[in-house]
């Protein structure tokens, strides 16, 4: 959810908080990401999905 100041009715309407006063901001999801794999497993991801695809070449072919 992002976090901004928002207008109601003219006025200006603080965002809710969803931690207790005096409590730190609960941490940040992280969305997974390809970009977050070291480069080995990127080129693994990348050498799998090109079998698949010549896989489904070849199955397609017969």
């Known amino acids: 959810m992002l976090y ?3 207008y109601l009715l003219g006025g200006l309407v603080a965002h809710p908080h969803h931690h207790r006063p005096g409590q ?3 941490p940040a999801p992280v969305a997974p990401s390809i970009l977050r794999l070291s480069a080995g497993k990127r080129l ?8 698949l695809l010549w896989l489904s070449v070849l199955w397609a072919m017969k």
């Open 4 to 6: 901004y100041n928002r």
């Open 24 to 26: 730190p901001h609960p």
């Open 44 to 51: 693994a991801v990348a050498g799998g999905l090109i079998a």
